[in-house]
T-cell receptor
Framework: AQRVTQPEKLLSVFKGAPVELKCNYS??????LFWYVQYSRQRLQLLLR?????SIKGFTADLNKGETSFHLKKPFAQEEDSAMYYC???????????WGAGTKLIIKP | DSGVTQTPKHLITATGQRVTLRCSPR?????VYWYQQSLDQGLQFLIH???????AKGNILERFSAQQFPDLHSELNLSSLELGDSALYFC???????????FGQGTRLTVV
């Protein structure tokens, strides 16, 4: 079954500390993975996708097929990173996104 | 601006009523997704339409229905509304070959 797991509902770290938001997936095909971010009272927006291998706002995520993970990392957290983060798996067979439950990230000053 | 437009932005209605939420996808996007986001829950997938046809159903109640029209806009109909239906309803669209989704601002539904 296709599934995305974000084990942490809430993650709280101090400003300047490293951040890692975990995402594990279950999918028998070739995965297409995304991280979306939702700042307070705003629409969800794409943060990054594994295909592009970009670093957006200092965040990176590496697809580890062996561990079926796509963890989101940032070496030094900033207060403006406080938001809700969702990991999503793209399923090509019906162009559907499978969503994780989301992790609320709070950056303490 | 993602290019996805949702109307109305806010809606307050009474229990037992019926409402229609509207979504205009990005130009050229054939897929439309509907999601529900409650305060205490994450993003719940409701339904996916592709070029007018229903492709996938998630946790959508029988009181809810949706459709995608020939011009690709979509409507989500919520009937016999209950207090628990109060939530933010998001619409998202994507192209036929790309699963990246672009979200609208959402419609905040309050059932009183």
């Amino acid at each position: 079954a296709q599934r995305v797991t974000q084990p942490e509902k809430l993650l709280s770290v101090f400003k300047g500390a490293p951040v890692e938001l975990k995402c594990n997936y279950s999918y028998s095909g070739s995965p297409e993975l995304f991280w979306y971010v939702q700042y307070s009272r705003q629409r969800l927006q794409l943060l990054l996708r594994h295909i592009s291998r970009e670093s957006i706002k200092g965040f990176t995520a590496d697809l580890n097929k062996g561990e079926t993970s796509f963890h989101l990392k940032k070496p030094f957290a900033q207060e403006e990173d406080s938001a809700m983060y969702y990991c999503a798996l793209g399923v090509d067979s019906n162009y559907q996104l499978i969503w994780g439950a989301g992790t609320k990230l709070i950056i303490k000053p | 601006d993602s290019g996805v437009t949702q109307t109305p932005k806010h809606l307050i209605t009474a229990t037992g009523q019926r409402v229609t939420l509207r979504c205009s996808p990005r130009s050229g996007d054939l897929s439309v997704y509907w999601y529900q986001q409650s305060l205490d829950q994450g993003l719940q997938f409701l339904i996916h339409y592709y070029n007018g046809e229903e492709r996938a159903k998630g946790n959508i109640l029988e009181r809810f229905s949706a459709q995608q029209f020939p011009d690709l806009h979509s409507e989500l109909n919520l009937s016999s509304l209950e207090l628990g239906d109060s939530a933010l309803y998001f619409c998202a669209s994507s192209t036929q070959l790309n699963t990246e989704a672009f979200f609208g601002q959402g419609t905040r539904l309050t059932v009183v």
